[in-house]
Structure formats: C-alpha cells, structure tokens
C-alpha cells in the first residue's frame, strides 16, 4: 500500500521569498509523482510530476520539484513566490505497476502568500 | 482549453435518499475516476472505470455505491442510499491514459447529507 504525508498542513510566507512545500511518500514499488494545485472553487490541476529521468522537474509558473529516492521525497520549492500562488498544494502518488492509475492523496497544504 | 464539468455544484439530500453525481469527462478521454473529500480530510480515491467496466476501487466503493457512463458522454457516480458520512467533495476526473498520463479534475461536487 501506498500512503504520501505532507508535513505542513499551512504555510504562510510574503511575496517574494522563497518556499518549501515537503512530501514523502512509502511505496513497495516505483512509483509516478505528482502535485496539484486547488485554487479557490476550482478543481485540482496539475502543477508537474515525475515519470522517470532526470530527478528535476519544472513547471512553466517557476514551482521546482525533486524526486529523491533515497528519502522518499518530492519536495516542492519556489524562489520567489507571488500572491497569485496562494492555493491548496496536494502532493500525490500513483503505482506505476497494476493500478489503473489510481492517485493517492496526502492531505494538503494551504500556502499562503501575504503581501 | 477543454475541461471536467461537474453537476450539480452542490446537493443537499435527506439520510437514506439516493443522489446522483454526473460528470462530463474530456471527451477523448478513456480512463475515469471518481475522488472524495470529506471535510478536514484527504482526498481519497474511489473508483476508476476504463471499457465501461470498473478497474479499480477502493475499500469505500461498497455496494451502496455504483458508476455508469450511459451515453458516451457522461459518467455518473449513484449513491442508492446517503448516510452522514458520505457528505464530502466529490471529484471526477479523466485521463488519456492510465499510469503516466495526468489525470484532469473536474471542480468537485459539495455533497450534504442531513
């Protein structure tokens, strides 16, 4: 079974400085990574994710994403972030062997960007 | 850009009702899912349905609970009869493919069962 833990259920920060948003996640098998992102009475949309090859993913608004096997991790990182950024931040894992590409869920972060 | 729409936006229901949940996926779409989110809690997957049959679901997915996609278009989520606790968000989503392909989420159905 796959389970994925964010550690920060809220994280406040001002506009332009830097942020961290930490996930882990245990699986026995490989597994695809992915984040999502809810804004206010919107649904979740994907921010980027890991397949396979290099452990640095992007997205196209700045947010960075390290796959780190060794620690489990796929922590998501933005230098400088923008009061647009403030939303629910979902980190989630899909099996990618027998499941029909089942997502399981941590349990969210709100980001919240102050001016 | 085509989306996941989702009606209605909320649903209030009485305990023991049954409700429907309709969803409108992308529209070369296969794969199907229906997501929940109970209040405070995370979002949890329910059931995929791929060549209009079920291919995965969860633990919650009991028989009070059934998926269809009647017309080629929509894809439906049937709770025969509500208990409390299945208030939550309901999420439908689509997607091209299974493992690797990014699954697209509708904007969640609020339901309130009283």
């Known amino acids: 079974a796959q389970s994925v833990t964010q550690l920060d259920s809220q994280v406040p920060v001002f506009e332009e400085a830097p942020v961290e948003l930490r996930c882990n996640y245990s699986?026995?098998?490989?597994?695809?990574l992915f984040w999502y992102v809810q804004y206010p009475n919107q649904g979740l949309q994907l921010l980027l994710k890991?397949?396979?090859?290099?452990?640095l993913v992007e997205s196209i608004n700045g947010f960075e994403a390290e796959f780190n096997k060794s620690q489990t991790s796929f922590h998501l990182r933005k230098p400088s972030v923008h009061i647009s950024d403030t939303a629910e931040y979902f980190c989630?894992?899909?099996?990618?062997?027998?499941?029909?590409?089942?997502?399981?869920f941590g349990q969210g972060t709100i980001l919240t960007v102050h001016p | 850009e085509p989306e996941v729409t989702q009606t209605p936006s909320h649903q209030v229901t009485q305990m023991g009702q049954e409700v429907i949940l309709r969803c409108v996926p992308i529209?070369?779409?296969?794969?199907f899912y229906w997501y929940r989110q109970i209040l405070g809690q995370k979002v949890e997957f329910l059931v995929s349905?791929?060549?209009?049959?079920?291919?995965?679901k969860s633990e919650i997915f009991d028989d009070q609970f059934s998926v269809e996609r009647p017309d080629g278009s929509n894809f439906t989520l049937k709770i025969r009869s509500t208990k409390l606790e299945d208030s939550a968000m309901y999420f439908c989503?689509?997607?091209?493919?299974?493992?690797?392909?990014?699954?697209?989420f509708g904007p969640g159905t609020r339901l309130l069962v009283l």
């Open positions: 989503a689509s997607g091209q493919a299974s493992y690797q392909e990014t699954q697209y």
């Open positions: 699986s026995s098998v490989s597994v695809y």
């Open positions: 890991y397949l396979s090859g290099s452990t």
């Open positions: 989630a894992v899909s099996d990618s062997g027998t499941s029909y590409g089942k997502l399981t």
């Open positions: 529209s070369n779409h296969l794969y």
């Open positions: 349905f791929y060549n209009n049959e079920i291919s995965e």
